[in-house]
């Protein structure tokens, strides 16, 4: 069955970089899309960016000169990178599948604090 | 960026009633290709988001069919009818037509 699961750091220290995995299983990076999505504490969603099944990216552009998305299709994986974090960017983070966003992992949580 | 304006933001609501949640963008979502990408989903507390209703008013697979999803151009509307507790929660539209995919800031559904 379709899953995706995120990983990483819990605790970024401002200034410095987060990195997340997005571990997949259940379909091919190589005909899917996967996008990640991020919600700030009692907020709504945003989305962040997409890698897609030919390994193009799009980013959201008040994010872009920060960010970088990629993949490792022998491993089942898409990573995002984020520089220069902020508290602002203290968020649930999500990787998502398609377009359609039908299929989401369960998120991880990233707090931006010294 | 295209800005999707999701009313109301609370929304109050009878088990075994009937709701409705609109989303309006700033501009057509219309896409060339002909289709229309407006996509409903709802987070139920603690958990992540879930696809409901794709491409206006197709349901998602499992999705019971008290929820419908109707619309075009810039004005859609999910509705929801007979109410059950498990459908209690925050909604969100998306339109993926345009970069970049912007959200409906959310509506959520509570008991009344």
């Known amino acids: 069955q379709v899953q995706l699961k995120e990983s990483g750091p819990g605790l970024v220290q401002p200034s410095q970089t987060l990195s997340l995995t997005c571990t997949v299983s259940?379909?091919?990076?190589?005909?899917?899309?996967v996008h990640w999505v991020r919600q700030p504490p009692g907020k709504g969603l945003e989305w962040v960016g997409a890698?897609?099944?030919?390994?193009?990216?799009d980013y959201n552009s008040a994010l872009k000169s920060r960010l970088s998305i990629s993949r490792d299709t022998s491993k089942s994986q898409v990573f995002l990178k984020m520089n220069s974090l902020q508290t602002e960017d203290t968020a649930i983070y999500f990787c998502?599948?398609?377009?359609?966003?039908?299929?989401w992992g369960q998120g991880v949580m990233v707090t931006v604090s010294s | 960026d295209v800005l999707m304006t999701q009313t109301p933001v609370s929304l109050p609501v009878s088990l075994g009633g009937q709701v409705s949640i609109s989303c309006r963008s700033s501009?057509?979502?219309?896409?060339?290709?002909?289709?229309?990408?407006l996509h409903w989903y709802l987070q139920k507390p603690g958990q992540s988001p879930q696809l409901l209703i794709y491409?206006?008013?197709n349901r998602f697979s499992g999705v019971p069919d008290r929820f419908s999803g109707s619309g075009s151009g810039t004005d859609f509307t999910l509705k929801i009818s007979r109410v059950e507790p498990e459908d209690l929660g925050v909604y969100y539209c998306?339109?993926?037509?345009?970069?970049?995919?912007?959200f409906g800031s959310g509506t959520k559904l509570e008991i009344k």
């Open positions: 998306l339109q993926s037509t345009h970069f970049p995919l912007t």
């Open positions: 501009q057509s979502l219309v896409h060339s290709d002909g289709n229309t990408y």
């Open positions: 890698i897609w099944s030919g390994g193009s990216t």
């Open positions: 259940g379909f091919s990076l190589t005909s899917n899309s």
């Open positions: 491409r206006v008013s």
């Open positions: 998502t599948r398609r377009l359609l966003f039908d299929y």
